[in-house]
């Protein structure tokens, strides 16, 4: 059995400036971190999906790498749109949060017992919607035909709609393409995604298809055709992954941390 936490769309800023003037996306962070440490069995690896930084500044990542650090179990990194590779390269290049990669892009493979993750690297620079070009779609195709095991996918845009019409609009771009290379492979087990700042679950391309809370600001639910985005503090968190036997299972965990009591 293999856990693996998940958090995504942190949107870290710098000391001080608050999202929307009130919302401390460090302070989210922090106490999400604290909840992981704290669960009762831990992860053996957490993904960090997308919009790590707001800006995409060196100094941004320089603060988010200190609060994840903070972490008791190995993590790695992906860019969402809010992120920039190169400021991203430059903080956690060197680190096992961001393993290397051939390409320009930031995807990798990481080998776990039972399991291969493979985060995808949907940014297109300057557009908050996703893409896939074909070196990218190669990548994945290539790295599924070099191993049988149970394989997990991460990727900031989902393929899919999640039904908020804002968000529908700045998904992935090509998800025909992404579901054509899953098509030729039977070991992908599931994806997870972020960018959307709320727990969704659906099925896409026959798969079990999932898509993480931020910690901090969730997206409002409206799905009229014409509704505006806009945020909520509902309560925002983390998912948390089982896989045995090369099944998924998903957990959402949300608010701060209760209190457990025994059940008698
Ligand atoms: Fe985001």
Redesign the pocket.
């Known amino acids: 059995m293999t856990l693996i936490a998940q958090i995504?769309?942190t949107?870290i800023r710098l000391p001080g400036q608050l999202i929307e003037g009130k919302v401390d996306t460090f302070a989210y962070l922090s106490t999400c971190i604290a909840r992981i440490n704290a669960l009762p069995q831990p992860p053996s690896l957490l993904v960090a999906s997308?919009?790590l930084a707001d800006s995409g500044s060196t100094d941004e990542y320089r603060r988010i790498k200190s609060a994840l650090d903070r972490l008791t179990m190995p993590y790695c990194v992906m860019p969402?749109?809010?992120d920039l590779r190169a400021p991203m390269r430059e903080i956690f290049g060197a680190t096992p949060a961001l393993p290397a990669s051939e390409s320009g892009h930031l995807q990798y493979a990481i080998d776990l017992p039972e399991l291969r993750i493979l985060c995808l690297d949907t940014l297109d620079e300057g557009k908050e919607g996703g893409w896939l070009c074909i070196d990218r779609l190669d990548w994945l195709h290539d790295e599924l035909a070099a191993s049988s095991k149970p394989a997990l996918i991460f990727l900031?845009h989902p393929p899919f709609d999640c039904g908020i019409p804002g968000m529908d609009a700045v998904k992935l771009g090509n998800p025909d393409a992404l579901a054509g290379v899953l098509a030729e492979h039977d070991h992908v087990i599931g994806l997870s995604c972020?960018?959307?700042?709320r727990s969704v679950f659906t099925q896409w391309a026959g798969l079990p298809a999932c898509i993480c809370p931020?910690p901090a600001h969730q997206i409002h639910l409206d799905t009229n055709n014409d509704a505006p985005l806009s945020w909520t503090l509902e309560a925002g968190g983390f998912l948390l992954h089982r896989i045995e036997n090369g099944v998924l299972t998903t957990h959402v965990v949300n608010g701060p941390a209760p209190v457990a009591t025994k059940y008698d």
């Open positions: 995504s769309d949107h997308g919009d969402g749109n809010h900031h972020g960018h959307v700042h931020s």
